[in-house]
């Protein structure tokens, strides 16, 4: 076995949002996991490529359902809202969802921690940004690339439960009458009867290429989760396309980006495993017959919870679809300007169904839901982007971006509920055949919502030995209060390359050593839901006019002109070390966050 040393690159390009620098250069907090470094074996999403890889970035599941995302957390907590978690970022789209990129796709992935490095997304910044960036086609030969892999799960911290002849010795000694439970000759482990050994994969397929003047990529991803639970499942199939193509002499260039993600999924029931814990081992899963046990489906907290997963669903049918455009223009030696366009739709189909055969379903006589959500998002952006080095030996460098946003989001939602089927055959499908319709089990709601945006970065260096950055981002949202539409971001960093100075030259072990010092305010505006500020009016009852009773309304929202922008500040200080030979390398940092 030979091992080769891990070092690490300190001209590498990290991308920071609306444009990159080289690690030496970066003056917040700012780490950069690129593909070599990524979690090898079993990744289901981008999250699982980073954890345990940035410090301060925790990512739980907390489930052992396939269909539930990881939860993320920078920092901590960062909103007395909903939290969001970090803002994604994939490709320089802001609002982005990881599951919406295969990890086969990634090729680098930067968290921007501080408060000094995510200002420049102002109101969304809050809980810190992650910023994908997916792998682009090169190279004038055709590539072909394919991972997978085959893995199986079992149950963990099953519950130790009372097998038949424990249950019987137990309530012998306690000196119970369980005359009554003669007739039952089984031994059931409920909780096995309900879980497996799931099998789950995956299959990636990519195809890459280009010549000197453009490059393109496809892929194709197939994953299927099955969980430990019998009545859980995930199948997703993801596509991505990327053209980039370069024309006059290279000073224009434009670019196309298509991708689509299909799930069919299936949530369990958690309520089934109290059953499991209150069914006696002494029940059987069947009677002799074939026929499921049903002895106990009317007492309190049991019922058989097999039966349950056999003959109740909750499945949904997502489809998300997003196609971006984006044109590069080198007006001027260092002068560029960009337009970005985006446009992306996401449907979800859901039905759950409660047989009336079952303990579940029962009471109700039998209970269907079907819902339809609609997600539109379309985004446009500008950015003017300018670099110039000078000085005898271009030791002055300046980075300087401006630009502007303008983003709408529509959601709509109808939802659909009746009981009382006397055919439940069709479950969920025919969920007219209920013959129970109470008012309130038809909905439906429309919101739509704006941003717009204007923001800017300014980036100073002197022979990569003072650093300094300052940005400013002014955030207009229509979420917010007459009097409070318009929040303001700043930030100011600063850096300094202390292995770059005279009286280091001499000290041959540490590569690099920077210290960093930063201070800046986000905010957090998808937490609060649209019209918050506004008067509303409910449905409430009926009134009587002129011998018809239609529907009455009144006021469910006082208006609230001054709701402001929730803020978070922060301060950062961090040293950045790299030691004997870039083989050892690390940052300590402190850091004070208020909300």
Request: glycine fraction near 10%.
């Amino acid at each position: 076995v030979k091992l080769g040393a891990s070092v690490v690159n300190l001209g590498e390009v990290v991308a920071i949002g609306y444009g990159t620098q080289t690690r030496k250069e970066i003056t917040g907090s700012v780490a950069n996991i690129s593909e070599e470094n990524f979690n090898k074996g079993v990744n289901r999403d981008a999250s699982d490529l980073l954890q345990g890889k940035v410090a301060g970035l925790t990512i739980t599941s907390g489930s052992g359902d396939v269909t539930r995302s990881s939860q993320i957390q920078l920092r901590g907590t960062s909103t007395l809202q909903n939290d969001q978690g970090p803002m994604i970022v994939i490709d320089g789209v802001p609002g982005g969802d990881m599951s919406t990129v295969s990890p086969s796709d990634i090729e680098s992935i930067s968290v921007l921690k501080d408060a000094s490095s995510a200002a420049i997304y102002g109101s969304r910044a809050a809980g810190g940004v992650i910023l994908i960036t997916t792998k682009r086609g090169s190279g004038s030969r055709t590539q072909i690339n394919y991972d997978g892999y085959l893995t199986a799960s079992t149950i963990a911290n099953k519950p130790d439960m009372l097998n038949a002849s424990e249950w019987r010795a137990a309530n012998k000694a306690l000196g119970k009458d369980i005359s009554t439970y003669d007739k039952y000759n089984s031994d059931t482990d409920w909780f096995d009867e309900m879980t497996r050994v799931g099998v789950s994969q995956q299959h990636a397929l990519s195809l890459s290429g280009g010549s000197s003047k453009s490059n393109y990529r496809a892929s194709y991803t197939f994953l299927d989760r099955n969980g430990v639970a019998r009545d859980n499942y995930m199948t997703r199939h993801s596509f991505r396309f990327q053209f980039q193509q370069r024309a006059i002499n290279d000073r224009l260039r434009i670019g196309l980006t298509g991708a689509a993600t299909l799930t069919d999924m299936q949530m369990p029931f958690s309520d089934d495993y109290i059953l499991a814990y209150n069914m006696l081992p002494v029940y059987p899963v069947y009677n002799a017959d074939g026929s499921y046990f049903t002895d106990a489906n009317h007492n309190y907290d049991q019922g058989n919870p097999v039966q349950n997963q056999d003959q109740n669903y909750k499945k949904a049918a997502n489809n998300y679809f997003y196609g971006q455009g984006d044109v590069q223009f080198s007006i001027l030696d260092g002068l560029t300007t960009k337009v970005n366009l985006y446009k992306s739709r996401f449907s979800s189909d859901y039905s759950e169904w409660q047989d009336p055969r079952n303990s579940r379903g029962q009471g109700d006589t039998g209970k269907a839901i079907r819902r339809n959500r609609l997600w539109d998002r379309n985004l446009l952006e500008w950015t003017a982007n300018y670099t110039k080095a000078f000085g005898s030996a271009e030791e002055h460098k300046v980075d300087a971006i401006v630009g502007y946003s303008w983003e709408n989001n529509l959601y709509a939602d109808q939802k659909s509920e009746a009981t009382n089927f006397a055919v439940g055959s069709m479950g969920a499908d025919n969920i007219q055949s209920g013959n129970l319709l109470k008012i309130g089990n038809v909905t439906s709601s429309r919101n739509e919502y704006k941003l717009i945006s204007l923001f800017a970065r300014a980036h100073y260096s002197f022979k990569e030995r003072y650093m300094i950055t300052a940005t400013v981002r002014r955030d207009g949202s229509s979420k917010f209060g007459a009097n409070h539409k318009w929040g303001t971001f700043p930030s100011v960093s600063a850096a300094w390359g202390i292995s770059q100075e005279s009286f280091m030259k001499d000290t041959k072990w540490i590569n690099d050593l920077k210290l960093r010092a930063g201070y800046g305010i986000t905010g957090n505006q998808d937490g609060l839901r649209p019209y918050k500020s506004l008067d509303l009016y409910s449905a409430s009852g009926t009134y009587y006019n002129n011998g018809s009773w239609p529907t009455a309304f009144r006021p469910s929202q006082n208006a609230n002109p001054n709701l402001k922008w929730e803020q978070t500040a922060m301060l950062n200080i961090g040293l950045d070390f790299t030691l004997f030979n870039s083989r050892l390398s690390g940052t300590i940092e402190w850091y004070d966050k208020r909300t």
